[in-house]
């Protein structure tokens, strides 16, 4: 799709494949609402062109209205009709046999909610009746605007894993300031900044090797993929294991992820002292100065240590170093 907007500054180009995901990612006001706004056809901006397969939904003196898109939006707010029950609001848009909504309902977990109202639901509960009256009409596109930012922390990642498992197979454009949604539920990634697309790729690609302020921002945090050995360990993909402190159900043998920051990678040149729970080897790939701090790359890992410690460690590519990491500075995610 292609808009632009010369009152909002936005001049965006985006694509997405059958089938895809793609998060959009940037600082607020960069344009990400602006592009989903257009593609569901609530704001009509001075030029769009979107096309879902072979429907042209706007461009070439065509609007299609939002009603009759098959586009579904979902989001921060589940926005579920009041005076309805959980069943009811399903079956809404619904046309066929009930046994959809069952279906729907069974598939997010909330079939015994049935017969409940919005009002006697949790924020969790509600959000997945959400996703399910959202993909029971079976859209060509779903658009998702930070989905799970009004979550309660305690439930973000079980409707993360609900939501990776019913967009499998759909056509999806996620808006998301959270690198960890966009690893679980993304194939690529654009960052928008002031407007315009200034990076896009696969979302590890764009998270690794930032070419923006706003990616620069996003890449302050390690995140490293590997498999559950327990409720606190981790192996990465490597084969390194980090001990951290989980933030929802890790089970043995599930994917996981763990995010902490550089400042709380410590470097040596010797095996150190103590009992650090996370001690690992790596390899120093590379070393940016900023200001009276550096920012040093180790084996895929980002460490921050000051200038001073850079030259005295002598840390330079090549070099083989030891790393410490607190385990409570480690956060274990269930990917």
Not at 156 to 183: F, M, N
């Amino acid at each position: 799709m292609r808009l632009r907007d010369p009152v909002r500054d936005v001049d965006l180009e985006v694509a997405v494949a059958s089938g895809e995901t793609l998060a959009v990612m940037g600082p607020n006001g960069a344009g990400k609402s602006t592009l989903l706004a257009t593609i569901a056809g609530l704001l009509r901006p001075a030029e769009a062109e979107v096309v879902v397969g072979d429907r042209v939904l706007a461009g070439d003196g065509t609007w299609v209205r939002p009603h009759l898109r098959s586009v579904a939006l979902l989001g921060q707010q589940p926005r579920l009709f009041p005076h309805l029950t959980v069943r009811q609001n399903v079956a809404f848009g619904l046309r066929g046999d009930p046994e959809d909504v069952e279906h729907w309902l069974g598939l997010v977990g909330a079939r015994e909610l049935g017969d409940r109202r919005p009002r006697e639901l949790s924020g969790g509960q509600a959000q997945r009746v959400a996703i399910a009256r959202a993909l029971a009409v079976r859209p060509d596109v779903v658009l998702l605007d930070e989905p799970l930012a009004a979550l309660d922390v305690e439930a973000v990642p079980e409707i993360r894993r609900l939501l990776r498992q019913v967009l499998e197979g759909s056509t999806a454009v996620l808006v998301t300031h959270d690198p960890l949604d966009a690893l679980a539920l993304a194939d690529r990634a654009v960052i928008v900044e002031r407007g315009r697309v200034v990076h896009e790729g696969p979302v590890r690609d764009v998270l690794a090797h930032p070419r923006s302020a706003f990616g620069a921002a996003l890449a302050g945090v390690n995140l490293v993929d590997g498999v559950a050995l327990a409720a606190d360990r981790m192996r990465t993909a490597d084969g390194r294991e980090l001990t951290g402190t989980p933030t929802g159900g890790l089970l043995a043998g599930a994917g996981a992820t763990a995010t902490f920051s550089p400042s709380a990678v410590a470097v040596h040149r010797e095996h150190p002292s103590g009992s650090p729970r996370n001690v690992l080897t790596g390899t120093v790939l590379g070393v940016e100065v900023r200001g009276t701090t550096c920012r040093v790359e180790i084996s895929g890992w980002l460490a921050d240590v000051t200038t001073a410690a850079v030259a005295e460690l002598e840390l330079e590519p090549g070099r083989e170093v030891w790393l410490s990491i607190k385990a409570t500075e480690v956060h274990l995610h269930p990917a």
